[in-house]
Nanobody
Framework: QVQLVESEGGLVQAGGSRRLSCVTSGGTCSSLTIGWFRQGSGKGREFIAAISWGTLTKYVDSVKGRFTISRDNAKNTVYLQMNSLESGDTAVYSC?????????????????WGQGTQVTVSS
């Protein structure tokens, strides 16, 4: 059973940066495609970014150029570097894992989920 734990998000000023971590256990991190999703207050869950086994990446248009997803398989960790944060980025951020090599932006394609972490961007 794969388990995922996100690092603490916290409060960030608009224009600032924050790096989230997703630590995996119970599986082989290098064999997992990891995705990041977020859910703002009163909104549905939104795909943010994903990274495959081979470090191919995929992003939603709204974060391209601002967010970067990366992985360190030796540390069983996937990162989401968030720069130039805006108030609209305020949400609960969750990482998810799937065993397939293929990238996906669909939450139903992911088998395992972390608990989520709150990121609040103050203006």
């Amino acid at each position: 059973q794969v388990q995922l734990v996100e690092s603490e998000g916290g409060l960030v000023q608009a224009g600032g940066s924050r790096r989230l971590s997703c630590v995996t256990s119970g599986g082989t991190c290098s064999s997992l495609t990891i995705g990041w999703f977020r859910q703002g207050s009163g909104k549905g869950r939104e795909f943010i970014a994903a990274i495959s086994w081979g470090t191919l990446t995929k992003y939603v248009d709204s974060v391209k150029g601002r967010f970067t997803i990366s992985r360190d398989n030796a540390k069983n960790t996937v990162y989401l570097q968030m720069n130039s944060l805006e108030s609209g980025d305020t949400a609960v951020y969750s990482c998810a894992a799937r065993s397939s090599y293929a990238l996906s932006s669909r939450q139903e394609d992911y088998d395992y989920w972390g608990q989520g972490t709150q990121v609040t961007v103050s203006s």
